[in-house]
């Protein structure tokens, strides 16, 4: 499988963390539509390899979508079943990342200091998901950055719809967003809710300076 470059998440990953994946394509067509087109879907609730298989079979080839909250093997073995392109977990384990690479998938670790950065990059990742992002702060990451240029960011956890854009001057390649952008048990009266927020996410990466890594 094709590697997952930083710029193929178009500046966002919209996490869909449900407890109810009733409405998980019409969430996820409100986002694609909304211009959100790389979607994570955890998998801490057993209807999420469901719901990310009806993801894949609903929206365009060009959505990128990835497994998240991946702690094991096994969850990595069924994430690629399912069509993840990437896997996210919240934590650095270097064996788990050797395992997402040898699936043929994307690994994204969870990293909160440079340690973790280097171990994840040494086993291989080049994407690092500085987690959890809003309790670090904006000044973190560009501390980060600095030994740490060729890595891709992804800032996630706390992380408001609404702040994207100062999370991309600062050097994320991209951002995580959570329950601020898409609920737990989204019903369809939320949907226009979501593509306005999700609009507003769009408006922010499209005025945004080139930043990151690619």
Known sequence: ???????????????????????????????????????????????????????RAALPAGALLGAGTIRTRAQVEEAAACGARYCVSPHTDTGLIRAVLGAGLEPLPGATTATEVAAAQDAGARLIKLFPAGALGLPYLKALRGPFREVSFIPTGGVRHDAVGDWLAAGAVAVGLGSDLVPAAPGPGDVPGIAERAATVAAQIAAAPAAGTP
């Open 1 to 55: 499988m094709t590697p997952v470059t930083g710029r193929e998440f178009g500046g966002a990953i919209a996490i869909l963390r449900m407890t109810d994946h009733a409405h998980i394509v019409e969430v996820g067509t409100a986002l694609y539509e909304a211009g959100l087109t790389a979607m994570e879907v955890t998998f801490d609730h057993p209807d999420a390899p469901a719901g990310l298989r009806a993801l």
